[in-house]
């Protein structure tokens, strides 16, 4: 398939700036730049400097670049209501950005409008069951707010400085395994529809804007507001490490723990030994209060390993919480984060075939494939606790597991050479996931086109379709994910 990516690297960012949906023709930027004339008035900014647009025309992929030609930072909803009526009424292109943490140009709206959620971020009340939030807030201000009071949503991923509506739009999954994942915490939504109109919606108004936009990566609307579910906060806790080589024993483990439903959180994160070797590194959390610390013994007990073999470490909760946002704030501050090609790959597995597709995969991998400070990943979840429609997991299984390649090149700075070999790996790995009844996560670097889509949605395809047209009649939303371009 000729891509839009395709079509602009044959054609020149110098002569080219964008295509008009319109006239169906290809646009200089100054024409692109006019199509902003004449604009409502705004409570909010509009930009249309290139140096204020030149952070929005990448993400934390860094490797694909495509420039707007305005970003409107929003003063109240009704501005993006506003410019949404008058995008649509020129069919320029609009994409909601939070935090920008996609990695293959999904918040990316060439020579349209991006609208910068962050300058929307109240929190407007926390109690023990609910948070009314901004949807340009991050999760991590609505934990710093939260836990002081003795609350914290129900659950996290595991980078917490991500947007309300970012991970709201893509699914927020955690570790915790028995609870779902963010989008199935969600009490009430406020979205702006592709036709410019504000509506609430919950699970009993609206309905179906409601389901579609969980999960639906902005191509029905920009979500503005969120009531999200509230809980207890635990005070502490304490992680347990257990370190495996053997892909059978460590499947057998795990699994015994699911089994179990004793720990928290049971997750895994892949590290290299001496020689180079990744290593399954079998993370289980339990929660407590200090008088009553985990049973070691007990909870680890009859494992292929003794309980004293594992290694733990005590915690606050909110200390743990921020355990990721740690790590990405030190790889800021050494230069190796912005600007550093994270070419991801990102898949969703059955129980039936997990284990054989690690099995084949993990030992194939090279430090190349991993970077020096990239990550992998394995988190297992209850598939029934995943409710919601247009969230495409594989069926027929009781568990489900989130495998991530979070692949990091070695330096800042373009490398079209590694680029183009991960993006080809990511795809082989991708169809040999979908053999095996998986699905993509679409969060990482895979191209795909609308077969690939048409295959991922199943039998919720033509729905999906039906509620674009109905909430984006213009197609005018989201084009970064390319769902419908």
């Not at 948070?131 to 991050?138: F, N, R």
């Not at 005590?314 to 919480?321: A, C, G, M, P, R």
């Not at 606790?385 to 989130?402: I, N, Q, S």
């Not at 077969?451 to 949605?457: E, S, T, V």
């Amino acid at each position: 398939m000729v891509t839009r990516r395709r079509v602009l690297a044959g054609l020149g960012a110098a002569l080219v700036f964008g295509f008009d949906p319109v006239a169906r023709t290809w646009v200089s930027s100054a024409e692109a730049a006019s199509a902003f004339d004449r604009v409502p008035s705004l409570d909010g900014v509009l930009l249309t400097d290139p140096a204020s647009l030149a952070p929005y025309a990448t993400d934390v992929g860094s490797a694909v670049h495509e420039a707007p030609v305005a970003v409107l930072k929003p003063g109240s909803v009704e501005d993006i209501a506003r410019m949404m009526r008058f995008c649509r009424r020129r069919g320029i292109l609009v994409g909601p950005r939070g935090q920008g943490h996609t990695t293959f140009g999904q918040s990316q709206v060439l020579a349209g409008l991006v609208v910068d959620m962050g300058s929307l971020k109240k929190i407007h009340s926390i109690s023990a069951t609910r948070a009314d939030i901004d949807a340009g807030a991050t999760w991590r201000m609505l934990v710093d707010a939260a836990v002081p009071l003795g609350f914290t949503p129900p659950v996290l991923t595991g980078y917490t400085k991500l947007s309300i509506a970012g991970t709201l739009s893509m699914a927020g999954v955690p570790s915790t395994n028995r609870s779902g994942c963010q989008i199935d915490h969600v009490q009430e939504l406020e979205i702006v529809t592709g036709e410019g109109e504000i509506k609430r919606c919950s699970a009993y108004v609206n309905s179906d804007l409601f389901e579609a936009a969980l999960g639906g990566m902005g191509q029905f609307g920009i979500i503005t507001r969120a009531i999200v579910d509230m809980v207890r906060a635990p005070t502490n806790v304490r992680n347990y490490v257990l370190n495996y080589t053997d892909n059978a024993t460590f499947f057998k483990d795990m699994r015994e723990l699911l089994k179990r439903n004793e720990a928290d959180e049971v997750s895994t994160l892949f590290t290299p030994d001496a020689t180079g070797r990744l290593v399954y590194g079998l993370n289980v959390a339990k929660y407590f209060e200090p008088a009553t610390p985990p049973n070691t013994a007990h909870l680890l007990r009859g494992l292929s390993q003794p309980p004293s073999a594992a290694t733990f470490s005590d915690d606050s909760f909110k200390n743990y919480v921020d355990r990721v946002d740690t790590i990405i704030e030190f790889f800021e501050s050494i230069g190796l984060f912005e600007g550093t090609l994270h070419p991801w790959c990102d898949v969703w597995l059955p129980d039936e075939t997990v284990e054989g597709y690690l099995a084949d995969v993990v030992p194939s991998l090279t430090p190349e494939d991993v970077g020096p400070t990239g990550f992998m990943l394995l988190f297992p979840q209850k598939r029934s606790k995943l409710r919601r429609r247009f969230m495409t997991v594989p069926d027929g299984t009781e568990w489900v597991y989130l495998f991530d390649i979070l692949t990091a090149a070695a330096a800042p700075g373009p490398n079209p050479a590694f680029q183009a070999k991960m993006l080809a790996r990511n795809r082989r790995l991708f169809e040999k996931a979908r053999r095996a009844g998986g699905t993509r996560y679409p969060i990482g670097s895979v191209a795909f086109d609308k077969h690939d889509w048409k295959q991922q949605y199943g039998a919720n395809w033509p729905e999906l379709k039906q509620l674009k047209q109905r909430f984006d009649p213009d197609r005018i939303l989201a084009p970064g994910v390319g769902i419908f371009t």
